[in-house]
């Protein structure tokens, strides 16, 4: 990563409270969620969606308290394209130092079945909505929901009307995780290109897990030219999930040569929200899982943990402390070698001749044959074992 390559900021707008608390069975209460909300708003999260206030007393109160508490971040509520959500929206976020209203229909033809309007219908709708919000907040997103699978034509025609009407940022969401990266970039770029007034709102990425490529979808989009990609800390949301928040900014950060955008982030505090994300939600975090699985800084094989003790970046290409981590976890088991046992030896406070060494190392290797893992405790049991004169 080079310092000198000037970067545009990308906005780190986080839904893990609105999009992430749908997954079904991810519930949090009302403590937990201003909790996660100090956190993301301390981590230097843009954008905080903090909920759907029409759809319950509960989301109500959540998002006012959070739009209370904030300090830096913009609080967002999400409405529906009726009058009644977005005043209730806005009865909620007003609070906060910075309101956002975010309001949204479906506009793909399946989308469109379902409150049976028709194209022209629909787009008087959008008008009207996106107008009302505007008149009591500056701040408006607007979603065309399922966008990536909208007619272009039609699309092209809605974004325009939105941005006539007033809104700020114009999410293009991919509902259902049906995109691919080419695919995504280019529609953010013909929709930048194409529709009147784009060049003075921002763009915003949104997309879905369900085919495991809204990491590379919302990378893609930001080529594209969006500049706000919405996520979720460990990926959380409905299905598959969103698109985590840790690897879009540990990638923008890590390949920054290639990808010369930067966030506001913190990124040393993302192992702590992941944590406590995975036990409030009752979500754990899958072990292999990308920055975050207990694994992603974990090494076994011998060759591996004998290249991360001469030089970590052999094997790492960030570090543990870049996402909160003290450090990387050599796991003792049968892949490991001796070096890595020497190593590991040493931290537990011994410090063994070469035939001490090579006697344990014997045990160890018999042991781990049995054993998943090696633990502290039976490093020093063996070492007991081979050092007692008795
Ligand atoms: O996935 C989606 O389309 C959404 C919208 C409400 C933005 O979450
Ligand atoms: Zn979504």
């Given amino acids: 990563m080079t310092d000198t390559v000037s970067k545009d900021r990308v906005l780190i707008f986080d839904t893990t409270l609105r999009d992430g608390e749908q997954s079904p069975g991810a519930t949090m209460t009302h403590e937990e969620k201003l909790e996660i909300a100090g956190l993301l708003d301390d981590m230097g999260v843009d954008i905080i969606e903090a909920g759907f206030p029409i759809a319950s007393e509960g989301d109500f109160r959540a998002v006012s308290e959070i739009a209370r508490q904030s300090r830096n971040s913009t609080i967002c509520g999400l409405a529906r394209a009726n009058l009644t959500d977005i005043d209730r929206c806005w009865e909620a976020v007003q609070h ?99 529709v009147p007034g784009a060049d003075d709102i921002i763009f915003a990425t949104h997309c879905h897990n369900d085919l495991g490529m809204a990491t590379a979808n919302a990378l893609a989009a930001v080529e594209g ?20 928040l840790e690897e879009v900014v540990m990638a923008l950060k890590v390949r920054g040569d290639i990808m010369p955008y930067e966030t506001g982030v913190d990124s040393r505090k993302i192992m702590n929200i992941s944590r406590r994300v995975a036990t409030v939600s009752g979500f754990a975090v899958q072990f292999n899982k990308a920055i975050v699985g207990k694994n992603a800084f974990a090494h076994e094989s011998g060759i591996h943990q004998d290249g991360m003790l001469k030089n970590a970046e052999t094997f790492e290409i960030m570090r543990p402390e870049d996402v909160g981590l003290s450090e990387t976890n050599l796991v003792m088991g049968k892949h490991s070698g001796r070096a890595a046992l020497r190593a590991k030896l040493k931290d537990l406070g011994f410090e063994l001749g070469d035939n001490q060494l090579k006697d344990v190392f014997v045990r160890f290797k018999e042991l ?10 039976d490093l020093i049991a063996l070492v007991s074992a081979a050092t007692d004169p008795a």
């Fill in 225 to 244: 030219g969006a500049r706000q990609i919405e996520c979720t800390i460990n990926g959380l949301g409905e299905r598959a999930g969103n698109t985590a």
């Fill in 96 to 194: 906060a130092k910075s309101p956002r209203i975010h309001t949204f229909i479906g506009t793909s033809p399946l989308h469109r079945a379902i409150p049976n309007l028709d194209m022209d219908q629909m787009a008087e709708r959008i008008h009207d909505t996106v107008t009302h919000a505007r008149n009591l907040c500056d701040n408006i997103q607007w979603s065309p929901m399922d966008a990536t699978r909208t007619e272009w034509d039609y699309l092209c025609r809605v974004v325009e009307i939105a941005i006539k009407a007033g809104a700020t940022t114009i999410n293009i969401p991919d509902t259902v995780g049906y995109t691919a990266p080419r695919e995504s970039a280019d529609l953010i770029r013909r929709l930048i290109e194409t």
């Fill in 368 to 377: 781990a044959d049995r054993k998943k893992e090696v633990y502290d405790e």
